[in-house]
């Protein structure tokens, strides 16, 4: 966003913004940027730093008004989130999920995920994208080989309407919700919406 001078009443100058790729993201592309994390995680061992170039209005996280409110788009959530989350090791992951056919990367599956763990904090976090534009997908996660979980808690970044944005208006429209996760023993279940992101905390003692 740049201000520049203009001819204003009486022959004094005034203000104008002239605004520079100033985008509205969606939920679809916050679901987009949750999975490029998540493959940014999964490839952590050759990416050793990532960030995001511009912050507010351009092509940004954060949309901003001259002298008035500031709201987080839909991308901002997954990038927060992952931030705050994502700590210690990143775990392999062994994934089994329905899956589609596309003309140009041949046969792709629905749910895409990694995992961390935070050895210091006894933490496990998981990461989760579903790419069905239609059905949701329920996910078994086996949580053997992991130290001993006694609760989840889960987020998730969906909506029945793939374009909605925050505005000004309305600037917590999409925003992550609660997701029903469940622990039973050593198995975690939980069902993720169509095209959707999740996260899901598990604490642990380590």
Known sequence: MVREPGP????????????ISEEAYTLADAVVVG??????????????????????????LIRSEPGGPAWRQATFHPFALTARLARG???????????????????????????THDPAA?????FLVNR?????VRLEV????LPAVYTADALVLSDSNLSATNTQDNPDR??????????????????????SWSCVRLFGRS
């Open 8 to 19: 204003g009443a009486g022959g004094r100058r005034r203000e104008q913004v002239r605004r």
């Open 35 to 60: 999975s490029l994390l998540i493959t940014l995680l999964r490839h952590s061992d050759r990416v050793k730093a990532a960030c995001v170039a511009q912050l507010v209005n351009t092509i940004s």
């Open 89 to 115: 090791n990143v775990l392999e992951v062994a994934l089994q999920s329905p899956t589609y056919e596309t003309k140009q990367y041949g046969t792709v599956p629905l749910v895409d995920a990694t995992a």
């Open 122 to 126: 006894g933490e496990v976090s998981i």
């Open 132 to 136: 069905s534009q239609a059905e949701p």
């Open 142 to 145: 086996d949580l053997r080989a």
């Open 174 to 195: 999409v925003q992550p919700r609660p997701l029903g996760a469940h622990v039973d023993g050593s198995v975690l279940r939980l069902e993720l919406p169509a095209v």
